[in-house]
């Protein structure tokens, strides 16, 4: 872990970004682990490419290989990110009374699956705090009255200010501003409970039920001011019958949106991620 | 086979009904294979069951039982309806200029899956007629122009009469008319490319590529007035990602379609499927 | 809950026995809220039945009705069984060093999806002490020396005597012998960490990374003299690919793991499975 | 189509590959479209790549490029192979009297997913000889006696000398011996209907059922010396129950079947197939 960096690459296609780019990782003595890439469309399309690779050091050359790379970055117009694994990236989750999200958020990060520390649990509850502090992670209640959000969500900004790389909304039940959103572009991670688009809003296991549907899912996906509509990170679905009342949807829909918000939080920490409009990347 | 039949029941639910159902076919001679029942509320719902039995020479028997079976249903307030494995269901398959829908109807009729007398395909175009006359089955040519749909409509109702008990739009990708529908009410099975609700209307491959989704879908309905809303027989989806362009959307897609479609087809054949409201209870 | 009777029933089939049953419970004033049933073949073969049904004051009539409906079971030659879902069972869970399924089993409980009472703990190591003293429940360790492995049996039966209903081996990496086993007939269940039969034994992720497989599984099963080769409850599996080595393998197979057992023993609490021969009938 | 090569390669691993060769197709003017590498050992491992690349009147200079190329394998103590998409490969399909695996194929080839040439079909049986006929594909019927097994397979072999890359053995129920596999190493594909290496031999719906598994799948594999037990190239598994027995299972299976042998016969098609050891890397 200690020697791995990670470099996320856009920019317009053309030939020869691949060579440049492996060729210069190569000059600095680093090999490539793994390299993924992708062009959105062949021609005049836009190039994406995630490239992780290992190099003796790699903190006390960080500097010097930014300030090298970036002449290739202007020479090839690129939107570029190096980041290194060792670098612990710091979550803030976001609750409200349900736990099997954050749960699961708390079980894989024992478990080693996702590296991160959780730097605090915010809600507008304090149901989960308890379950909180057993883990020893900072919890802080923030109420959310519908006259006063913009206020909640200033203390919520103040508390993260300087500490935190990602927000994830773990069944958080509240809808964020558009102003809040601007703080972390690209940055918070959600898990809807439905396969979206169908049933966006709210209620969504309610409609499912009333729809007849014959599968539900669950879907991870950036936040952004359209509520509902940021990009799709990740999606799963589970089988459902007649003999399934909205509980029981509801019950089943628990278990796909923590594996789905899982999935979608570890790749988020592990780099592999590119949004390209409304549309994500993943390379895993 | 010869000796197969099925009862499909629904009625109001209240204690003895399964009681009185078993006592009637025990008393006829008949031997219960398969029994399955739903209600739709524990208190005051809809009691929902299918019933396969053996019963040796019940084709002879078939009216005497149906005269009996008459009061029982009438105590229970029950819609119900005797329907013997013998006797073969006739399709009328409507196509446009897609072939892998029905194709894969034809191969499950081929393997014995799908048992059904194919009495017509009906299609706008005539693209697939060489496919169907190779298989013996009569192809009728009935172009579809915007201003005279009711027309040829009409052509096709007469086509059918007394000849079709179930309609396969088999990617017709033409919208029929109320008038259409009330001759085949829940008779009519459509295949949508779209994991329904997501993505109703046209184009709905295009409309996931747009969406990002990860997973894309295909839905079985029963055709209602309202468009892409009838009740849902079955759906299926498959994993995608970024890599895909709309073109591998569509083809992947395909082979979801052709499964739905094959399931919700036999299903219906097999007399597996109850509407209730815009929902499908499926016996399966 | 607190009305609701389950039977479960085997016995050679022949005609009459669901309308007898039926007609049975209708008599005791019960409503059969679900019946299923299944016939190993279609002549002379073995019938099964699980029907639920709701019944005011059940916990009073239990002992009347289990006199009333055994001479209809001795007419049936049936084994049957009668179980309150207000009688809660109980479970001994046996673990070893690694957490994942115990702490799915724990978390579904809190959940409410696994109704039970959860006895004790054993294992043969410490390590797990804190998480069940945390929840409250009584954990014992008991270790296993090769060469005393019935004397540890020998303690591990009599903690449980009296108080155990079923044993849940959640990754308790220890083979039980048949003498322990013929305690609890078909009330042992196990997670086995790969899809039986294949990688049966020791190691099945090492041997399926040797193997080169592109899905990986769990089975839950009973557990039998046999070892890994008892009847079969459930199975899952999981796509994996040529990047993933033995530890992602072991990671992504926890939680295939996780899910599987789960399942297993929800069903067997709501008394939905039935053993025949060395196969399952479950009802779910 | 016409501009598209494609090379795979794999070598000890080192630093320094992927710029070497993405500097080389920079060089001669090619844009890479798809790059997908693995290392099956983070230290001391072999390195395996596929590059897709569009390079503009490739059939001319292909010559030319391997030669250019050549000192760069050495370099790196390459394996590498260079394919164009405009040389379509050559198919030989066995078959025995099942028809389902050929038919997708066939139907697969005409939708264009599966771009091949179809140079001819052996059989042991005269069975499928109309359906192959009707295609106008060359139809072979070799019986295979026991004790000529060697001779039948002298005439596959010189039928299909200097006019086949790959050999499918679509549902072919003979097995072939390491003599006739030696003229086509990693050449042969075979549909195993089971999910290898549980039930391995013959019967395996049969022995699935008596195992009483809830999941069934299919094997697509390369055919080496030990029966049943090459690398495979794709799996794939439906959910069963008790409710099916050995034909319906059968009939799951042939539809799994098909799906996972049409998706390994089009990978190595595409050229997306590495064989290591006894395991594949599917760059897919």
Known sequence: MNEIGRILISCPDRPGIVAAVSKFLFEQGANIVHSDQHTSD???????????????????????????????????????????????????????????????????????????????????????????????????????HKDEKEKAEDRQIALMAGKVDLIVLARYMQIVTPRFIKHYPNKIINIHHSFLPAFAGGNPYLQAYERGVKLIGATAHYVTADLDAGPIVEQGIERVSHRYGTDELKRIGQYIERIVLAKAVIWHLEDRILVYGNKTIVFN
């Open 42 to 144: 062949p021609t005049g399309g836009t190039f994406f490419m995630r490239v992780e690779f290992q190099l003796a050091n790699i903190e006390e050359k960080e500097e010097k290989i930014k300030a090298l790379f970036a002449p290739l970055g202007d020479q090839f117009n690129m939107e570029w990110h190096l980041s290194l694994a060792s670098k612990i990236k710091r979550l803030a989750i976001f609750v409200s009374k349900e736990e099997h999200a954050l749960l699961e958020l708390l079980w894989r990060r024992r478990s080693g699956d996702l590296v991160a520390d959780i730097a605090m649990i915010i809600s507008n509850h304090a149901d989960l705090k308890q379950l909180a502090t057993k883990e020893g992670i900072p919890f802080h209640t923030i109420p959310v």
